[in-house]
């Protein structure tokens, strides 16, 4: 009889799901498995694209030209040509990089430009219109990555995207949603109808011929199109009629940037993430290393343990964000001091598992709310081998909606991520000091986290989030969901999140997932707990490389993300 209780109460066990709310099933929800090569992005058709590069014998970089143009198509909530981005690379010979094609202020910009003579910040100034626009990086992007790696024809490449802008795409149930939420704002900011500020439904074909006509210039002429010449001029007339401070100057001077990648080790795997002018890889590093001494998988997945040890440790990490970073060509960042053993371990030396660490205590500030959800992130594994992470952004939503009519594509709000002033926050609610001030030129401190991960110096994982704020976070809790908690690719992107940045000084928690005993424990510890009802911190879209070779895809189940492969 004791015997019988034994095996029901295992059967008991084994039943309940890995990772609570995600998968009440017995067996474990996985995601697409492919062979040789897989591309996993915010839309299927960009994920289709990139993969019929690849089918092509095109390489990773080549697909991740055309997912990245492909996206601007059929993403315009993100994908762009008028914003910018952080690439990530690991080759198949085990060498690694990144590039940084964000975009820069306008040599007209200055410090106080959003501040009026008293000193106060008029926000929206930074959010909405010409004066928000940064010199867009992302056309720079595809070509320096074209330069060193591609291996098809540019025009090649953009064959696909220059037919899809064509053909058009098909609206989704979440794009009918956003394009409503953002029409009167299209129609305000741009004095007039666009494209986009038609009363779109779920099901609708969106055409852009416009779009069509930049890429196939594009393809033609090079960069230069875009940065010296004609599309250049318009974006700058359309853009100077709006408000904006952008010349023909600022684009002629833009340049996209290799830079080495941040590169920390977690127990054994190896992470190789984006470093400044991204705040993502470091920020992410710090907090891996702050949370390793504790034994998080004895602790279980979003158990209480669990959460306390990763919001105290995203506190501190946060903390530093906020002084430390900004564009490293400006600012010198201490940035082996912040990723040091012994640095680390100091600054988690006052946690303690009875008593919630107050972020006063840690730093200063006041704060406003969050804005979730903007930006994009694909991850490519092709079938020589060569992986990228690349996560690319208008900043907001449709960024700054500015929307130059003759080319087709969006302008991004981009200098909302610079501090306006010290202490005061973003649209993220973060909060920046002197080194992420406003000067000419200057790159704006970013939070993408496009990362690759090794396993024994093997290649591992492929992943990155949009998010603002919470990429770095949702980066994190995906690594640790698979490492730490043996879920599946799909379970580690589907499972709840849960998010804290110093300031505010609060947990932001997704709305299922966890428990009110748990959150009235945390409360009574002294954590502030916000749990958003239509909060979504996140959408990471991930490739594993499983012991057999083959990999498995995690494509968000928050939008309408897909992973395709072969
Ligand atoms: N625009 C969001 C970020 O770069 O963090």
């Known amino acids: 009889m004791k015997k019988l209780i034994l095996l029901f109460l295992i059967s008991l066990i084994s039943c309940q799901p890995a990772v609570k709310g995600v ?28 993969l019929s590069i690849l089918r092509k014998g095109g390489n990773a970089f080549d697909a991740m030209i055309a997912t990245e143009m492909a996206l601007a198509v059929a993403y315009p909530f993100a994908g762009n040509l008028g914003g910018g981005g952080f690439m990530v690379y690991r080759k198949a010979d085990g060498s690694t990089g990144s590039l940084d094609y964000r975009e820069k202020a ?27 626009v940064g010199v867009p990086g992302t056309v720079a992007g595809i070509f320096a990555v074209h330069e060193k790696f591609g291996s098809l024809p540019m025009p090649e490449i953009l064959k696909p995207v220059i037919a899809l802008a ?30 986009f500020s038609k009363a779109y439904m779920a099901g609708d074909t969106i055409h852009n011929l416009e779009l069509a006509n930049t890429l196939q210039q594009i393809a033609e002429n090079g960069r230069k199109e875009f940065y010296n010449g004609s599309i250049g001029r318009e974006l700058v007339n359309y853009l100077q009629a709006h408000g904006g401070i952008m010349t023909m100057e600022d684009l002629a001077e833009y340049r996209a940037q290799w830079r080495d990648p941040i590169s920390v080790k977690y127990k054994d795997l190896k992470l190789i993430s984006m470093p400044p002018p991204s705040s993502g890889g470091i920020v992410l590093g710090q ?58 371990k100091n600054r988690m030396d006052k946690f303690s ?33 060569n992986a ?51 000067a000419p030129g200057k790159k704006m401190l970013s939070s993408m986290t496009p990362t690759i991960v090794e396993k024994n110096d093997k ?28 879920v599946t690719m799909q379970e580690a992107v589907d499972a709840p999140r849960f998010h804290h940045q110093w300031l505010p000084d609060e947990i932001l928690f997704e709305p299922e997932g966890f ?29 594993l490389v499983l012991p057999d070779g083959r990999m498995e895809g995690g494509a968000d189940r928050r939008g309408d993300d897909t992973a395709v492969g072969f």
């Open 166 to 195: 064509k053909r058009g795409f098909v609206v989704t149930e979440h794009q009918a949603e956003n394009l409503q939420k953002y029409r009167e704002l299209f129609l305000k900011v741009n004095n007039d109808s666009i494209l």
């Open 388 to 438: 990228i992470a690349a996560t690319t952004t208008l900043n907001g939503a449709y960024g700054s909606k500015l929307f130059v009519p003759e080319l087709g594509f969006f302008l991004n709000n981009e200098m909302d991520d610079f501090s306006a002033k010290p202490g005061f926050p973003n649209m993220f609610g973060l909060i920046g000091a002197e080194a992420n001030s406003i």
């Open 353 to 385: 598992f009875t008593k919630a660490t107050p972020s006063s205590e840690v730093e200063h500030g006041e704060i406003a709310g969050y804005e979730s959800m903007e930006t994009t992130h694909y991850s490519i594994v092709d079938q020589y081998g």
């Open 23 to 50: 998968s009440e099933k017995k067996d474990k929800n996985t995601g697409l498995i492919a062979n040789k090569a897989m591309v996993v992005s915010a839309r299927e058709e960009a994920s289709r694209i990139g």
């Open 459 to 486: 290649l591992w994982m492929v992943l990155g989030s949009p998010g603002g704020s919470t990429i770095i976070t949702s980066v994190l809790q995906t690594i640790l969901n698979v490492k730490e908690f043996g």
């Open 287 to 344: 907090i891996l290393k702050m949370v390793e001494p504790f034994p998080l998988k004895e602790f279980g997945h979003n158990s209480e343990k669990t959460i306390q040890v990763l919001t105290e440790a995203e506190r501190r990490a946060y903390a530093d964000r906020s002084y430390y970073l900004g564009d490293p060509d400006f600012v010198n960042i201490p940035t082996d001091t912040l990723l040091s053993d012994s640095y680390l």
């Open 106 to 132: 306008p040599l007209a910009a200055s410090k106080r430009m959003y501040q009026d003579a008293e000193g106060n910040v008029i926000s929206e100034k930074s959010k909405i219109g010409g004066l928000a």
């Open 515 to 543: 428990d009110e005993k748990l959150l009235n424990s945390l409360q009574e510890k002294g954590y502030n707990i916000n749990v958003g009802e239509s909060t979504v911190i996140g959408k990471v879209d991930a490739i």
